[in-house]
């Protein structure tokens, strides 16, 4: 092959290989990482220590159990009255044991609902039906763990088959075709990018600046990922309902982006540092050649001066 062929072959190959950096590493950290029960799981753990989440967690199950007394009590005003005491109580508990069971729990019977729901196939002629959650396993789990810890009164905890809804039924089919898609991409953009800069490497001329050029392009590759993360985090922000709270909003979207972000920052850094590696053997390598075609030049001329 012609060496102008293979160095605009090389650079083709180096340069797809470097656009797809910043689109494989989220595919594959959002395939295998989110995708799995566990790392989920691991990865929301410690939001339940967030003030943010735990003010509204408690405002949230205050309201709902001063709701629930307000229906039963015949007296209007015991709203105002306990209303202070309930929501203590329940900002109290999100600093207990019970309440990191609690959340780890919920969280991982909702991931495993959710992905239930978008890995198997929809009904033959049927209605897809809405995803929902049955809240009646956690409150058990919480209520032994009351019950363990001693608490009085644990054992009267009621336990209550509640449906929540997660995934609406009319949204369903998108998200299923969108989540095979993420599969996909998630095994086949990893390789790509990897296949290309290896092939575009070894057609090049000069290999070692191929090197080079590959890894400043996967370093490049990882700062825009992170600019994109961060301007995503905006845009979601800048996006949401009046009434979600942007610190809570903010943190989930910080605990799910923090393993993306720790990749970006690793591209970015191993990146710079195989093309520091490659420009500095390459010129160590040109002083060593440059030091022997000297040493062979005054031999020559001092044996013709003989």
């Known amino acids: 092959m012609h060496p102008r062929l293979r160095s605009a072959l090389s650079a083709t190959l180096i340069a797809l290989s470097c656009l797809l950096v910043p689109f494989g590493a989220p595919a594959a950290w959002a395939a295998y990482t989110l995708t799995d029960t566990g790392r989920y799981v691991t990865t929301m753990a410690p939001l339940a220590a967030d003030p943010a989440v735990r003010d509204a967690v408690a405002e949230t199950v205050g309201d709902g159990i001063l709701r ?3 229906q039963r009590a015949d007296v209007s005003p015991v709203h105002g009255s306990v209303g202070p005491f ?4 329940v900002r109290s508990f999100t600093h207990t044991r019970a309440f990191r069971l609690a959340w780890d729990t919920g969280n991982r019977v909702t991931h495993d609902a959710v992905l239930r729901a978008l890995r198997e196939d929809a009904p033959a002629g049927g209605v897809p ?3 929902t959650v049955d809240l009646a396993p956690i409150t058990a789990q919480v209520k032994a763990q009351l019950a363990e810890d001693h608490i009085p009164l644990a054992a009267r905890i009621p336990v209550r088959h509640t449906e929540v809804p997660v995934l609406p039924a009319g949204e369903l089919t998108r998200y299923r075709k969108g989540f095979h898609m993420l599969e ?3 095994l086949w953009l990893p390789v790509a990018a990897v296949v290309f800069a290896a092939a ?10 191929a090197v080079v050029a590959t890894a400043l392009g996967t370093a490049l590759g990882g700062a825009l990922l992170g600019l994109a993360l961060t301007a995503g985090r905006a845009l979601t922000l800048a996006d949401l309902p009046a009434d979600v709270p942007h610190p809570v909003a903010g943190a989930v979207y ?11 920052w ?10 520091l590696t490659a420009w500095l053997t390459r010129r160590r390598s040109a002083r060593r050649r440059g030091a022997g075609t000297k040493s062979a030049g005054t031999a020559t001329r001092t044996r013709a001066r003989v």
């Open 68 to 70: 629930e007394v307000d």
């Open 86 to 89: 309930v929501r203590d109580a």
């Open 129 to 131: 039906r809405a995803v």
């Open 184 to 186: 996909v991409a998630g």
């Open 200 to 209: 575009g490497i070894a057609l090049a001329v000069r290999r070692r600046r």
């Open 254 to 264: 910080d605990a799910l982006t923090s393993g993306l972000r720790t990749v970006s």
């Open 266 to 275: 690793l591209l970015l850094f191993l990146g710079l540092a195989v093309a």
